[in-house]
Each structure stands twice: as C-alpha cells, then as structure tokens.
C-alpha cells in the first residue's frame, strides 16, 4: 500500500509502527530511533494483525501544526533512482608508495546536501586481498548546492606487503542528515547516497 499526503508546515516525520507495540518515537541526532517516515506516494508493506498508529514528529516541541489527511491505496508503483551519482578516476600505484584520485560527485536533488566520504569494500582479483594501508579524503566532507557537483581528493596509500594485482575499490558520498524538511533523514529513497568504484593496477 501508499499513502498520498501533503505534510503541512512544521511537519518533520510521520511514522506508523504496530499498535501497543512502543510509544512514539525520540529522536537523537535527528533521527527517530529505528523508523523511516512515510513518503507521499511511496510504497510500504507492514505485517501487523493488532492495527498500525501513526507517530508525528514536529518541529518544535510542543507545537500544533496544521490538519491534514493520509489517504491510502493498495500496490506497488516501482522502484527510485540515487540522486547522489559519484564517478573517481583511475591509478596504477608502486607498491609501497601513494596515488591521488579525485572523486567527482553531483546532486540531482532540488535542495542542497552535505556528503561525508567513506571506503566502501575493497578487494583483489581474482584473489579478493582486503589489505590497504590507508584511505584518506581531503577534504572529508563537501557540500553540493541543488542540481550542482563537488569533488574530493582520494589519497590511497599501500603497504609494502601489498600483493601485486588489479585491485577495486568501492568509494562512498554519504549524506549527513538534519531535520531541515520533510523526510530529510537517511533510510528514505529520495535522500541517499552514492558510490563509486576505482580500479587499481599495483606494480612491483
């Protein structure tokens, strides 16, 4: 099923959780503990026999907000695209030694956002060896205006141990979140991150 709604002003999050199951949710560092707020439009499945409450989160503390209505309907509508997309140019390295990569990456949201950067899953191949000795951004977070892109720069430094091959690595932007509209929170579709993967050559 999907609701379709048009959260008033003032409205931070609105959650259903199984009835007498928990109270509503607090929030910590802006996020209500262990829910995802209902998106209009977008799908969600619950298994619960006992009935489903609705939790609201406002923004401020006792606050009223404007009335409005959920309305619901039964099926599916299909999936969401990434609106962070991240691309990271190419290295061959001396083992032993470092390369910088840059890692480009762009906003397709119609707010601004603040990226945090990450490793992702690193391997060998064939061979999957997990073994780096270090993975730094500078700087390590960036800020991306609606519809604009930003880059970092990627210092991989490699141990002498390091085995010769084609390495990968998996390269995260992941968005640090605030209540500053709806939904602004990490588990919903329309705010997440994104990745991208460098391929890299070490020679002895």
């Not at 199951?21 to 995802?36: R, V």
């Not at 503390?61 to 404007?66: K, M, V």
């Not at 390269?171 to 991150?193: E, V």
Request: glycine share 14%.
């Amino acid at each position: 099923m999907y609701p379709t709604f048009t959260p008033p002003p003032g409205l931070m999050g609105l959650y259903l959780y199984g009835h007498g199951e928990s109270d509503c949710p607090f929030t910590q560092s802006g996020n209500p503990s262990g829910m995802t707020p209902l998106r209009s439009g977008v799908e969600v499945m619950y298994f619960n026999g006992g009935g489903l409450d609705y939790c609201a989160v406002v923004k401020q503390s006792p606050g009223t907000i404007d009335g409005f209505t959920v309305k619901w309907t039964a099926g599916f509508l299909g999936g969401h695209s990434n609106g962070i997309t991240a691309s990271v140019t190419n290295a061959t390295i001396t083992i032993g030694n470092s390369a910088m990569l840059t890692l480009r990456v762009m906003n397709q949201y119609s707010f601004d956002v603040t990226l945090q950067f990450a490793e992702g899953m690193t391997w060998l191949t064939p061979n999957y060896n997990f073994t780096f000795a270090a993975i730094t951004f500078n700087p390590p977070t960036v800020t991306l205006k609606a519809g604009g892109s930003n880059s970092t720069t990627v210092t991989v430094t490699t141990s002498p141990r390091q085995v010769p091959g084609n390495y990968e690595i998996g390269l995260d932007a992941n968005p640090i979140y605030g209540l500053r509209f709806y939904g602004d929170y990490g588990a919903t579709p329309s705010y997440t991150g994104g990745g991208a993967i460098t391929y890299l050559k070490l020679t002895s």
